[in-house]
């Protein structure tokens, strides 16, 4: 163990929300409470974003209570940001970046800095710990592992997919159980788009709404799996003609054999210049329509999938606070450079705990489904899969209620004196 580190910590959050990522900020928030060698805990409005304008937020002034309702309060308490500090295309950018995010370290006496998140959050963090190390700025860093998209690499899942992959999965027996009882002769289809452009996790996630052969869904539509145009048809029109309906799920970052995606909009680009995808249910209910003349209609799950904090998985809530908790205790025995990691120990019953990997390990690597936890035909996710995820989804979190709603927490957020000019 290394010689105690005494100073104050900010955490922040980045990227897309989870239903429970607030649960980690409240783990970082608590664990540090018990730590002397952590005078001030601060947070970083709009993540990384925030901090380069110096805009800290004191949580010391939160009450016990507002915190303890952070793990049951969906989006990001923090604020969120999508800001890339990019050396490699943009290196005279990143470098005026890490120049003021130190001197704002250095004004605020920062000694440990959380920060939870996906992929890029975590290539963020590991710039930050290698610069700390550069600059000879004691600071221990960790990453805190946050993502519905549940690609990160080396740890078993990522806090937030449990939870959306119950929300979906549940959502879709209700969309089938509708659908199913107005099915006709006539037939129809109904698709589910879900989130995920490069993995398939949320999607597959679905195949927990199976409890027989014929239950919905029918077919799950994976990026990891080329989309063939006739065999889906195919599979589509048989399921109608034995069911008299077919509940689709998919991915809304599908792609066609030749790499390019089935519902991507080319005209706009999001904050990493990602062209913004979000119409592939649409692009399919085209096909459909068009080619097998058959009733369909689309339901985009999109902000509500990650946000359902009232039907969110009981054990993603105590792993996410886990691993905010984790976090602060490796930064405290003196770690820097890793993010936490979720380990299963066992399926049956469910066991984990919580390591440590390197941020170099992490930082833009993304994580797939394995082929051979999917269907030979590729249409569904197998019993491999089914047996991963299964425990993930186990109890609801009990929320406070008010007028027959949920009650969640909000932060009063007072802000930390600025000691710095703007920023340029």
Known sequence: MSEPLVGNLLVAQSGGPTAVINASIAGVIQEAGRHECIEEIYGGANGILGILNEELLDLNDEKAKTIEGLKHTPAAALGTCRYKVDFKKKPEKAAQDM????????????????????????????????????????????????????????????????????????????????????????????????????????????????????????????????????????????????????????????????????????TRLDAFGHAVLGGAADRLAEKIQGKLNLKTRTVKLGYAQRAAAHFASETDALEAAACGEAAVRAAVAGQSGFMVKLVRLQSHPYKWTTDLQPLGDIANVEHFLPRDWISEDGFLPNEKFVEYARPLIEGQLRLPMEHGLPKFAVLQKSPVEKKLPPRA
């Not at 029109?237 to 792609?255: D, F, N, W």
């Open 99 to 266: 120049d003021r995010l130190f001197e704002v370290f250095a004004a605020h006496n920062i000694r440990f800095f959380f920060y939870a998140g996906g992929n890029d959050s975590q290539d963020t963090a590991h710039k930050i710990h290698e610069q700390a190390v550069a600059r000879g700025w004691a600071m221990r860093v960790i990453g805190v592992p946050k993502t519905i998209d549940n690609d990160l690499p080396h740890t078993d899942h990522c806090p937030g997919y449990g939870s959306v992959i119950k929300y979906n999965a549940a959502t879709v027996m209700e969309i089938a159980a509708d659908v199913g009882s107005m099915a006709t002769d006539d037939g129809s289809c109904c698709i589910i788009e879900v989130m995920g452009r490069a993995a398939g996790w949320i999607a597959a996630g679905a195949v927990l709404a199976k409890r027989q052969p014929t239950d919905a869904p029918h077919i799950i539509l994976l990026p990891e799996i080329p989309f063939e145009e006739e065999k889906f048809l195919a599979r589509v029109k048989e399921t109608t003609g034995q069911l008299k309906y077919c509940i689709v799920v998919a991915g809304e970052g599908i792609k066609y054999p030749n790499g390019e995606e089935v519902g991507v909009d080319k």
